[in-house]
């Protein structure tokens, strides 16, 4: 089997070495990539955001499946062009990538589907703003409707800032919304689910440290690290959302006539009333697909093909390594409001020999000198596997303090909290 893999993230390098380690696959391209990618498998120039382009590409090196991975090309129909073409994809139809493409449509899809999600309202005025921030108190939560690469979203207790966001999120044109909702308190997961549109197929559930800063202090980002699976995750979660969650709404795209293949990726915050849904992305999560891959030991590319192809029910069950996975997210100076770039990164070579580590690229490029620089706000994905939360930490970090990257910042508190509770229980009995 050949494969292509659309995007230039550390999500997409993480998919390139999972298809590449699959006895089944003969073969990855990789379009546009990055850096570290190019070092793995060929690369070739791709503007993601053109259906044809990606059809095109796909038809010209003769793949037998394309991987999507970032919900840019999703959302612009990249999926349907390359089915048009006759080729397996994974990934979800312009139609069905809606349900991340805008939180007003996902929370439609809620409603018909009776998933438990915070209560909304979606706001066309300044007016309508007010109201909804006097009916459900502070901390104010306003998102931007449209896509925002996870930088849409402003949870506030500062009524002048969550209006200014608002003000912000209205002024983008004429049919502009926000949408306005209660605050969930609870910590968040994101559990994946793999789907063919019919049958759905969860993967571990794992965690993203989303704030730039320690102790969940600052801005969103994409995302600054993460791990999976969770230790203190109640037993009976992966099964409660699959069945209250995934496959309602896989359900209710279906009778909407859009059914969504692919990976339906729930966001989800455990109140002290249940589970609730935050978000929905039509895509694998940057940085949780790298933890969530590298504990995966089922072959990559027969999943990915059955969900492609229809075929996911006759797949036997998953099956993951024992252990824990921990990503630790290198950013570039100024990320998120103003990455630098083009600092030199050393050290990689060190950081990737600590025992258990996988070094993803994210925002890299060569220089013309040949010189591995930075490119972009997320730079490299540092992964790790352990037999424990602790070891998977301690392999991460000795790895990121190895590599030299003028001015970057990464957060130390990655799963932190969750292996001290670990430890602490496993010494309690
Ligand atoms: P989203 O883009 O919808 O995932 O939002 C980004 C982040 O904002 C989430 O991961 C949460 O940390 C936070 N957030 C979003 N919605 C809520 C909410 N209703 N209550 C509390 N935090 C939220
Ligand atoms: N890590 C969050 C996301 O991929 O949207």
Same mark, same amino acid.
Request: proline share 6%.
């Given at each position: ?13 993480? *998919? %390139? ?5 699959? =006895?089944? &696959? !003969?073969?990855?391209?990789? @379009?546009?990539?990055? #850096? +570290? $990618? ?26 037998? *499946? %394309? ?5 840019? =090309?999703? &959302? !612009?129909?990249?999926?349907? @062009?390359?089915?048009? #073409? +006759? $080729? ?15 939180k ?36 104010y939560v306003v998102k931007d409707d449209?896509?925002a690469a996870g930088k849409g979203v402003v949870v506030t ?5 969550a209006?200014?966001h608002a003000?912000?999120c ?8 926000v949408v306005v909702e209660?605050y ?26 989303k704030r ?7 801005p969103n980002t ?45 966001g ?10 935050i978000e ?150």
């Amino acid at each position: 089997m050949k494969v292509l893999v659309v995007g230039s993230g550390a999500r997409e390098h993480a *998919l %390139v070495a999972a298809l590449v380690a699959d =006895p089944a &696959v !003969a073969e990855v391209v990789a @379009a546009p990539g990055n #850096a +570290g $990618i190019a070092r793995d498998v060929p690369t070739m120039p791709l503007d993601v955001t053109d259906p044809a382009a990606v059809a095109a590409l796909a038809q010209s090196q003769a793949v037998d *499946l %394309v991987v999507i991975g970032p919900e840019l =090309p999703l &959302v !612009a129909g990249a999926a349907d @062009a390359v089915r048009a #073409a +006759g $080729i397996p994809c994974f990934g979800p139809s312009k139609a069905a990538a809606q349900l991340e493409g805008s939180k007003a449509f996902a929370k439609q899809v809620m409603a018909e589907a009776g998933v438990p999600t915070a209560m909304a309202h979606v706001c066309t005025s300044v007016d309508e703003v007010a109201s909804a921030f006097d009916q459900f108190g502070a901390p104010y939560v306003v998102k931007d409707d449209g896509l925002a690469a996870g930088k849409g979203v402003v949870v506030t207790s500062d009524r002048d800032e969550a209006m200014a966001h608002a003000r912000a999120c209205l002024s983008h044109g004429n049919d502009a919304q926000v949408v306005v909702e209660e605050y969930l308190d609870g910590p968040e997961v994101s559990l994946f689910g793999i789907t063919d549109g019919i049958t759905v197929v969860p993967l571990q559930p794992a965690q993203d440290f989303k704030r730039v800063g320690e102790g969940d202090e600052g801005p969103n980002t994409g995302g600054m690290g993460a791990y999976a699976p969770l230790p203190w995750a109640p037993p009976g979660l992966v099964a409660e959302v699959t069945s209250r969650v995934l496959q309602p709404v896989i359900d209710a795209m279906n009778r909407r006539g859009t059914p969504f293949s692919g990976l339906l990726y729930a966001g989800l915050a455990m109140t002290s009333r249940g589970v609730r849904v935050i978000e929905f992305n039509a895509r694998f999560g940057d940085p949780e697909t790298q933890v969530v891959l590298a504990n995966l030991r089922t072959p990559l590319a027969s999943l990915l093909m059955a969900s492609a192809t229809g075929t996911l029910a006759g797949l036997p069950a998953l099956s993951w390594q024992s252990g824990y996975a921990v990503t630790v997210v290198v950013a570039a100076a100024g990320y998120p409001a103003d990455p630098r770039t083009g600092d030199v990164i050393e050290g990689l070579r060190e950081a990737a020999a600590v025992s258990g580590v996988e070094i993803f690229h994210a925002g890299t490029t060569v220089r013309d000198d040949g010189v591995l620089a930075s490119s972009g706000g997320r730079v490299l994905s540092v992964t790790a596997h352990g037999e424990s939360l602790a070891s998977a930490r301690e392999h991460a970090y000795a790895a990121v303090d190895l590599i030299r990257l003028a001015g970057s910042h990464h957060r130390r508190d990655i799963a932190e909290r969750a292996a001290q509770d670990a430890a602490s229980a496993a010494v309690g009995g």
